[in-house]
């Protein structure tokens, strides 16, 4: 059993590709924290656009993806959506 640590938590999260984003969610900016308790694993991601359909079986491939790994026994994979507000333009009314 050999200890985890983010790095390898990263690189399995390289291999998968947002298809809204077209990018892994590292790449994409998207992990917001990462915690490896010795053979257990939480990762958090937020995404930037409206998922709600589609995170709970992203979150699950990824779990699974991340108990793949060498020295995982578990791992959690909490996925939110935040969408921020974006400013009109000042001539253009509400």
């Known amino acids: ?4 640590n983010r790095a390898a938590v990263e690189a399995v999260l390289r291999q998968y590709t947002d298809p809204y984003l077209n990018q892994d969610p590292v ?3 998207c992990v917001r924290a990462i915690d490896v308790q010795g053979d257990k694993v939480s ?3 937020e995404l930037g ?3 709600g359909l ?3 079986g992203w979150a699950q ?17 909490d996925i939110q959506c935040v969408i ?3 400013k009109a333009q000042a001539q253009v009314p509400g």
């Not at 059993?1 to 985890?4: D, E, G, H, P, T």
């Not at 779990?63 to 020295?71: K, N, S, V, Y």
């Open 1 to 4: 059993m050999s200890a985890v």
């Open 27 to 29: 790449s994409a900016g």
């Open 43 to 45: 990762v958090q991601l």
């Open 49 to 51: 656009y409206a998922a």
């Open 54 to 56: 589609f995170k709970s």
């Open 61 to 77: 491939m990824l779990q699974m993806a991340i108990e793949g790994l060498d020295g995982v026994s578990s791992a959690r994979v």
């Open 84 to 86: 921020a507000p974006h």
